[in-house]
């Protein structure tokens, strides 16, 4: 009882995270798996062999290879398989050089990048730095007589800072039938009675009319999701001179900047057409609810400005891999710097929806996958792919690059 509740007690301490790498722990770990492996019939020499058929993110054959055994792990969904492969060959092979070598091409990646897109994501007059742009899909109001452009979203509000909040005030021209904003600095306003969107319902601020959810739903056949023709309300910005989030209304360069973007995804189309996600987007009842507005393909949850970056950063990534023939002698490791960086731009895509939406709370994006699924999202967030919002292609770099070391 004295030795199985010792041992009991150090399977509970090497659980700690902060001992995963504490030598003491994994030389003792590798020594009990070791003894226990010959104890069983292993030859003396030989490590013990953990198959994970369903393997997933690989948390089982990782924790195989740290306390000294052999791994093997499978899936059929190619996606851990290729995790997998980073995690449990590239990384325990190349460690610390992958690491250096994935922020020095990363850096590569980024001022590339940075000077193709920089015209569709230019700073302002003032030389502030737009981070985020925040866009409401938008209905047309079916009151009688009435007909307006409603622009889709939950709440006014921006940034939650108590007293200095920053939110939309709603001016409505009753004449000309339209809607515009001012942004307001307070303690904001009251949503109750003037909130336009409850359960999908829409509520024009002109006329009063509720368009039902059904038929909000319907207006966007035809419309692919309405990320297209979205409304712009406002832009958050930074200045190197000064701490914290500014917002201001949409000028008149940024729907400019959105036009040649457009243009330029019909012509990436037209030439390129095999880089446009044009695959059919599967349908999960419950999970894919952005299919009830006509998103029927990848390319459809995308803003076409976020298809532009993304497709940069893509052919950038395969420019990349050639590049490197003439830089790393070693193909393995050339593979394994290329794959890091690739997953790099997979995290910048998960951000860079039309599904990723502005938190009040923090200022900041929260991307896609908030939730496990590809839900209705009325006013989304467009990220600055690079130098601009956590979140970018600078924050994903890093992050892939810190979990290799």
Known sequence: ????????????????????????????????????????????????????????????????????????????????????????????????????????????????????????????????????????????????????????????????RGKNSVYLQIKCDQKLKTIDFDLAIGSGPKEEGGQILRRSSATCPICGFTTPAANVRNQFKGRSGGAADARLLAVVTTTTN????????????????????????????????DEVPDAALPYLRSKFNIHLLDVTKWRHLFTPRQLVSLITLNRLIRELAKYLHHEIGNSELRQAVVTCLALAV????????????????????????????????????????????SGDLNGAIDWVARVIE
């Open 1 to 160: 009882n004295i030795l199985r509740f010792a041992l009991l007690d150090f399977i509970a301490d090497f659980a700690n995270w902060d001992h995963s790498t504490d030598q003491a722990y994994l030389e003792t770990a590798r020594a009990l798996t070791q003894a226990a492996h010959e104890a069983l019939g292993g030859e003396e020499g030989t490590r013990p062999l953990v198959v994970d058929p369903f393997a997933g993110g690989g948390s089982i054959p990782l924790e195989a290879l740290r306390v000294g055994a052999d791994a093997f792990a499978s899936d059929l969904n190619p996606i851990p398989v290729l995790l997998n492969k980073v995690l449990l060959e590239y990384i325990p092979k190349y460690g610390q050089r992958l690491a250096d070598e994935v922020r020095k091409w990363g850096q590569w990646i980024k001022e590339e990048a940075e000077k193709e897109l920089a015209e569709f994501y230019p700073k302002d007059p003032d030389g502030a730095t737009p981070i985020a742009y925040l866009w409401a899909r938008t209905i047309k109001c079916e009151g009688p007589g009435c007909g307006a452009e409603v622009p889709l979203f939950h709440s006014p509000c921006f940034a939650k």
């Open 242 to 273: 000064a701490s914290g989030r500014k917002y201001r209304l949409p000028l008149s360069h940024d729907m400019g900047v959105v036009k040649r973007a457009s243009t330029e995804l019909a012509q990436l189309r037209k030439d390129n057409p």
């Open 346 to 389: 997979d995290r910048v895509a998960a951000q860079l929806s039309s599904l990723s939406w502005w938190q009040p709370k923090g200022e900041f994006v929260v991307g896609t996958f908030g939730r496990q699924a590809l839900g209705i999202v009325w006013d989304f967030a467009e990220i600055r792919p690079v130098n601009g919002a």
